[in-house]
C-alpha cells in the first residue's frame, strides 16, 4: 500500500554554538572529551572540496580531512549524487539479501588490487570492525592464535583493535584482549635500532621463539603508522616482516585504513611501495568519504575459513555507503587524486623541509604523499618531544584558518593529511600560516 502524500515539517536544527556545544557536553558520552581536536571545541557547519566553514562563518583550509575520511574532498558532486539516487531507490538491505550496489561495489574495488590472488571484499561499518574481522580470519585460516603488531601503531580503539594499538594513551585500564605481542616500529628518527631495517625484522623471529609456540596466526602493520607519528615504515622492511610471519605460518595483515586510496602518492596502496602482497587488507576512512563504510579484502581461501559457521551484520553492506563507495573509486580516477597527492604532496613536503631549515624546534618532517608530519622537539640533538610547542601551533594555525592535527606517542606531531583535491595555493597560505606558528613558539 503506498503512503498517502504528507508534508513533513522541517526539523529544527540550532546553529547557535552555544547550543551545540552545551548539547554535546550535557547528552553526549564524557570519553568524546579525550579525543577533541581542541579544549574549545570546534563546531564545524558545511564543507566544499578541501575547505570547512564553521557556524560562525569562518573558512578554513583542512589539512585532517575528518581524520582522512574525506577522500575526494567534501560535497563531492558524483559521491553525493550516487549516495542520494541510491537513497530514493533502496535506504538499507541486510547482508541477509543480495543487492546490486554492493555487488558491484565489491567486484570494481577488488579489481584495484594486485592480479594473482582471487581477491574477495567483506563491507562492515568502521575501521576497528574491519580489523577484528581480519584478525577472526587470519586464526580461523592458520589454526593459531598470536598475532604479532607494531608498538606505535594505531589500529582502532575498540576491544580487539585497541589490544592492537602499541599506544597507552589508546589503552583503557581494563584486561586487554589475549593473543597480542607487540614487537618495536622500525622508526628511523626515534627507533631502538635506529634506521637498520635488520634489527626491527629479527625482532619478530624473536617475539615468535620468545612469547607463541612457534606458530602465529599473523602479523599486522601500517605501511605508515598513522596517529602514531606518521611513521613510514622503511624499504625492506615489510619483505622480512612477511617472511618471517609465514615461516611461522601466519598470514600478513596490511592496515590500509589510513594509507589506502592514493593517499601515500607512489601508489593506489600503501604496501605497494615496498613491493610486497599482503594475504589481508583492511580498508576504512576515505574508501567512504565520510560515508560509514569500511571493508576487509582478502584472498579467497582465507576468507572461506568463516564461511563454517554464520556471520551476520546489519549494517555492512549498506547500499547508501556502498553506492559511496563505487563513486569514490571512480572519483578516484577522474580527479586524478594519485597524481595529485603525489605532485602537491612533494611540494608540500619540500615546503614543510624549507620550514625545518629555518626553525629549530622541527626535528623531523616524514610520510609521502599527502600523509604528512612534522615533529616538533625542543632540543634537536637531544630529541625532547615539544607537545606544548605543537598545540601552540596548531592553536596558531585554527586562529589563522588551518586546520591541523596533533599526534605521536608523545604529542608533539603535527599531522598533515589533507583531501586529496588539495592544491598548491592551498599549501602556500597553509606553510605561511604554520611559519608564522613557530615563529611565536
Known amino acids: 500500500m503506498r503512503r498517502p502524500e504528507k508534508a513533513y515539517r522541517p526539523l529544527e536544527t540550532s546553529d547557535s554554538?552555544?547550543?551545540?556545544?552545551?548539547?554535546?557536553?550535557?547528552?553526549?558520552s564524557p570519553s568524546l572529551r579525550t579525543f577533541q581536536a581542541y579544549s574549545r571545541p570546534l563546531v564545524l557547519k558545511r564543507g566544499e572540496?578541501?575547505?570547512?566553514?564553521?557556524v560562525h562563518e569562518k573558512k578554513y583550509v583542512d589539512l585532517m580531512a575528518q581524520n582522512l575520511c574525506i577522500s575526494v574532498g567534501y560535497n563531492h558532486p558524483l559521491v553525493n549524487s550516487e549516495a542520494k539516487r541510491q537513497i530514493d531507490r533502496l535506504a538499507h538491505c541486510t547482508t541477509m539479501y543480495a543487492q546490486s550496489m554492493p555487488s558491484h561495489f565489491a567486484e570494481e574495488l577488488v579489481?584495484?588490487?594486485p592480479p594473482g590472488p582471487e581477491w574477495v571484499a567483506h563491507f562492515v561499518n568502521s575501521g576497528s570492525e574491519a580489523i577484528d574481522l581480519a584478525i577472526l580470519m587470519a586464526r580461523l585460516?592458520?589454526?593459531?592464535?598470536?598475532?604479532?603488531a607494531l608498538r606505535n601503531g594505531y589500529h582502532g580503539l575498540h576491544f580487539g583493535a585497541m589490544a592492537l594499538t602499541g599506544i597507552q594513551s589508546c589503552r583503557q585500564p581494563v584486561p586487554s584482549a589475549h593473543g597480542i605481542l607487540h614487537v618495536p616500529n622500525p622508526d628511523s628518527y626515534r627507533g631502538v635500532f635506529g634506521s637498520a631495517v635488520a634489527p626491527y625484522v629479527d625482532e619478530i623471529g624473536?617475539?615468535?621463539?620468545?612469547s607463541t609456540p612457534g606458530r602465529i596466526a599473523g602479523f599486522i602493520a601500517e605501511p605508515i603508522q598513522g596517529f602514531g607519528g606518521v611513521i613510514p615504515l622503511p624499504p625492506g622492511y615489510?619483505?622480512?616482516a612477511f617472511e618471517r610471519t609465514r615461516a611461522a605460518g601466519g598470514v600478513c595483515i596490511v592496515d590500509e585504513v589510513q594509507t589506502g586510496f592514493t593517499r601515500t602518492g607512489s601508489h593506489y596502496w600503501g604496501f605497494q611501495a615496498q613491493g610486497v602482497l599482503p594475504d589481508i587488507i583492511v580498508l576504512g576512512k576515505g574508501i567512504g568519504n565520510g560515508f560509514p563504510l569500511s571493508a576487509v579484502v582478502a584472498k579467497r581461501e582465507i576468507a572461506e575459513a568463516?564461511?563454517?559457521?554464520?556471520?551476520?551484520?546489519?549494517?555492512?553492506?549498506?547500499p547508501i555507503s556502498c553506492a559511496a563507495g563505487r563513486a569514490v573509486l571512480r572519483a578516484i580516477e577522474e580527479d586524478r587524486t594519485l597524481r595529485n597527492a603525489d605532485e602537491t604532496g612533494d611540494y608540500l613536503k619540500q615546503r614543510l623541509l624549507g620550514l625545518q631549515a629555518k626553525h629549530e624546534r622541527i626535528g623531523d618532517v616524514r610520510g609521502s604523499g599527502l600523509m604528512l608530519g612534522v615533529e616538533l622537539v625542543k632540543d634537536r640533538s637531544t630529541k625532547e618531544p615539544a607537545d606544548v610547542e605543537a598545540g601552540k601551533v596548531a592553536a596558531?594555525?585554527?586562529d589563522n584558518g588551518v586546520i591541523v592535527g596533533k599526534g605521536g606517542v608523545f604529542g608533539n606531531v603535527l599531522r598533515i593529511n589533507p583531501p586529496l583535491c588539495i592544491e598548491r595555493h592551498d599549501v602556500d597560505f597553509v606553510v605561511d600560516i604554520l611559519d608564522q606558528g613557530f615563529r611565536c613558539i
Open 17 to 28: 554554538y552555544d547550543t551545540i556545544t552545551q548539547q554535546r557536553e550535557t547528552f553526549m
Open 111 to 113: 579489481g584495484r588490487f
Open 49 to 54: 572540496g578541501q575547505y570547512l566553514w564553521d
Open 396 to 398: 596558531h594555525a585554527r
Open 206 to 210: 624473536h617475539a615468535v621463539m620468545a
Open 306 to 318: 568463516m564461511a563454517r559457521k554464520k556471520f551476520f551484520n546489519t549494517y555492512g553492506s549498506n
Open 141 to 148: 585460516f592458520t589454526g593459531h592464535f598470536e598475532i604479532i
Open 238 to 240: 615489510l619483505a622480512g
